[in-house]
Structures are given as structure tokens and as C-alpha cells.
């Protein structure tokens, strides 16, 4: 796992006690991608969702949107800034792209520390923006990763984004890193995934997610083949940012966007939950044993999850989702006046946003034990 080391005691209230070592204080700055290469199954609702919830249980928290479409960024910074663009113009050094570009266009400076936007309304949330011109930098670190030709030249490419983050986990003395990743697999994603600690894979039960995760078994076998091969590679090692020795280890599943009926997904539903779960358990979850991608099943146990591995079951937000849009908040975070409704509707919806707070609750507890076991054995 990836160590950082501080001057100061930091003890974060969500996270528990960090081994020390010598004279120094240790303290881990967990990284998680939410990646699943399927579009539209709320991995960028989910990464603000758990991000906000770690926040709030006391943690400091980057988002960083690795997505060019930028719909992280749009989500938070919202109706602020009526064109995103005008942020970039007043921010113009301030997001991932211009972050990482000492590396990818050959600058005489190295790679420094973002300043991320602080999330208004909730303590302790930043965000690292993204950029829609990330993806121009795929092409060159699709090269790099190839680990062939002219190697030499682009050596710097395959960790820039690992130091990146961390010396803005640095900055920041954050606990968690969130990353929401595009819906592909770009030599980016590939990057973003192999270097973070931990994933998550949010779906939605249909068809498409369960074949997503039937070809996510391959495809993470291909990425975890290549940075081994990345990581003993000399050239690598030496460069100005040294690719990482990380073995990401999977956390789970989560299953939203679903129709409740009397409390349950409906029918419909309820099939491609059930499909989703069993193409976990059948065909991802033994390929990743045997990459050692996974925490251990004691660990998995003690926190009551299956083998479907399945964290979380997250129903519809309905009408909240476009009140949350509006308020740039959870919908778990929604307050009376902002649902504005009144009687029985408000009533409901606020009964919906408490059993949304407690799932989401629920959530993030299960995330960090999770961790919290994973780092103490
Ligand atoms: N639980 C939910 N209930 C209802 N709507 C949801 C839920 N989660 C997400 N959405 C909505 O579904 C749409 C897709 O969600 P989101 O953008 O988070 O997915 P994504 O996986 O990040 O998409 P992409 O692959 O394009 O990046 C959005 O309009 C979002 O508001
Ligand atoms: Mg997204």
C-alpha cells in the first residue's frame, strides 16, 4: 500500500491508528477508483456520494474527476460557473490536466501539487477538476505503457499521475482519494486503476453490466499483467516520477438505479441483481483471487459481505436526483427547503432522504473497515 509520511501526529477521526515508524508519524492517504468501463452506472453520483458521506463521518477527502466529459466537476462546481469553460479561463493551471502537463509536454519543472476547490457545504470535501482536454494525453501514455520503442523519452508518463495525487493527498493531508474514472478503458483509466489501493465497480442491473463485468475479468487481468511488468521495469523505477508498486485489491460491488417494489427491486429488476451478483462471484471474483487483486476473505466476512460482493444495494433517487442537481448536494444531505414541497410529498421525500443517509452511511463505515482490516494485516 502507498505510505506517505507527515512532520505532525494526524490521527483522522474515520480512520484508525497508523503504524509508526522510527521517529515518523505514518500516514496512508487511501486512493479508491470507481471504474467500470459501462456508461451511466453512476460512478460519478457515487464517487461525490461516498466522498460526501467520508467527509462527513470526519475525514478529508479529493475527488479527482479523471473523466474529460467533466460531469464531476460540472456536478460541484454547478451553476457557479454558468459555463465550465469560465472556470478553466480563471483557473487555468488549477485542474488534472494542467497538473500532470510538466510531464506530458516536456516542461522544465516538475509536477506540483493542484489547488483543489474547496466543496461548498461540506467541510473537509476538495475537488481536483478535470479537464475535456485530458483525453489528448491518452494517445502518448497509451505509448508509454506499451513499455516498447522509445521508452527513454516518455518514462516520466507511467507514475506522473500517482505523484501527482499524492503530492496533492500531501497538500492536503487527506485521508481518501476518490477517483471517478470515463466509461472506457483508456490507457488513463488503465493508469488510474492500477495505481490506486482499492476499487469499487458500480453497475445497474441489466444486461449491459452484467456483460461489462464478464469482460472487466479479462481486462483486469491484462492491466494487473502489465504493471507488474511496469513495476520491475528499471527505467521506470529511476524516473523523475517512479512507477508505483501497488496491487489494487477490490472492495465490491454496488447496484443502483433500481424500482423498489414493497421495499425490494421489482421483478424486472431483481433478475439482473441476481445476474450481476452471480457473474461476481462465478467469474470476477476467482480471477481476481488469482491476481491477488482481493482482501482476504476473513476480512470480507467480518463485515457480513457474500460472495456476490456486493457492498451496497442503492434504489432509485426518483424526483431527489434533479433537487440534488439543482442544490449541488446528496441527496442524502437534502434539507425541507430545499425539497420545497409540503404535506405528505415532503414528508416522503424526507423519509427517502434518511433511508438514502443511512445506506450511504452504512456505506462508507463498510469501506472503511474494510480498509481499516486490509492496512493492520
Ligand atoms: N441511484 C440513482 N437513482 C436515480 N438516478 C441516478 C442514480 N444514480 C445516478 N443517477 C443518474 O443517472 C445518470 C448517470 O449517472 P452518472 O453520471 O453518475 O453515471 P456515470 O457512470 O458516471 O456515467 P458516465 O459513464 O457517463 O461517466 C445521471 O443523470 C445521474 O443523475
Ligand atoms: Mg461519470
Known amino acids: 500500500m502507498q505510505k506517505r509520511y507527515v512532520q505532525t501526529l494526524y490521527l483522522s477521526p474515520g480512520f484508525g491508528d497508523y503504524k509508526k515508524t522510527d521517529n515518523e508519524d505514518e500516514k496512508m492517504t487511501i486512493k479508491i477508483a470507481l471504474f467500470n468501463h459501462k456508461g451511466g452506472v453512476s460512478k460519478t453520483t457515487t464517487t461525490f456520494n461516498i466522498g460526501w458521506m467520508l467527509a462527513e463521518q470526519g475525514n478529508k477527502v479529493i475527488l479527482v474527476d479523471a473523466d474529460p466529459q467533466c460531469n464531476l466537476t460540472g456536478l460541484i462546481l454547478?451553476?457557479?460557473?454558468?459555463?465550465?469553460?469560465?472556470?478553466?479561463?480563471?483557473?487555468?493551471?488549477?485542474?488534472?490536466?494542467?497538473?500532470?502537463?510538466?510531464?506530458?509536454?516536456?516542461?522544465?519543472?516538475?509536477?506540483?501539487?493542484?489547488?483543489?476547490?474547496?466543496?461548498?457545504?461540506?467541510?473537509?470535501?476538495?475537488?481536483?477538476?478535470?479537464?475535456?482536454?485530458?483525453?489528448?494525453?491518452?494517445?502518448?501514455?497509451?505509448?508509454?505503457?506499451?513499455?516498447t520503442g522509445s521508452i527513454q523519452t516518455l518514462k516520466n508518463l507511467p507514475g506522473s499521475f500517482n505523484y501527482l495525487l499524492d503530492k496533492t493527498a500531501d497538500k492536503y493531508e487527506a485521508d481518501f482519494i476518490l477517483i471517478d474514472m470515463s466509461p472506457s478503458l483508456s490507457s488513463i483509466n488503465q493508469n488510474l486503476l492500477m495505481i490506486s489501493n482499492y476499487f469499487l465497480v458500480p453497475t445497474s442491473p441489466d444486461y449491459y453490466s452484467v456483460m461489462a463485468i464478464d469482460s472487466l475479468t479479462t481486462i483486469l487481468k491484462k492491466w494487473n499483467a502489465w504493471s507488474k511488468e511496469a513495476q520491475k521495469m528499471n527505467l521506470l523505477k529511476e524516473a523523475d516520477y517512479p512507477f508505483p508498486n501497488i496491487t489494487p485489491k477490490f472492495l465490491g460491488t454496488l447496484i443502483q438505479k433500481y424500482r423498489l417494489r414493497a421495499g425490494e427491486p421489482s421483478k424486472g429488476f431483481q433478475h439482473w441483481v441476481d445476474e450481476i451478483n452471480n457473474t461476481v462471484a462465478r467469474r470476477l471474483v476467482p480471477e481476481l483471487q488469482s491476481l491477488k487483486m482481493m482482501l482476504s476473505e476473513e476480512n470480507y466476512k467480518n463485515n457480513s459481505i457474500t460472495e456476490d460482493h456486493c457492498l451496497a444495494m442503492i434504489p432509485d433517487f426518483n424526483t431527489l436526483i434533479a433537487t440534488s442537481q439543482e442544490t449541488q448536494m446528496p441527496v442524502f444531505s437534502l434539507t425541507d427547503e430545499q425539497i420545497k414541497h409540503s404535506g405528505t410529498v415532503l414528508e416522503k421525500s424526507l423519509e427517502n432522504v434518511d433511508e438514502f443517509h443511512r445506506i450511504f452511511n452504512e456505506l462508507a463505515d463498510k469501506i472503511n473497515r474494510l480498509i481499516e482490516y486490509d492496512s493492520s494485516n
Open 78 to 147: 454547478g451553476y457557479k460557473y454558468v459555463e465550465l469553460e469560465d472556470f478553466y479561463i480563471n483557473n487555468h493551471e488549477n485542474n488534472l490536466r494542467d497538473g500532470l502537463a510538466p510531464a506530458f509536454e516536456s516542461m522544465p519543472k516538475l509536477i506540483e501539487a493542484v489547488d483543489c476547490v474547496e466543496v461548498e457545504g461540506r467541510e473537509g470535501l476538495l475537488l481536483l477538476p478535470g479537464h475535456i482536454r485530458l483525453a489528448e494525453y491518452d494517445v502518448t501514455l497509451g505509448i508509454a505503457q506499451e513499455l
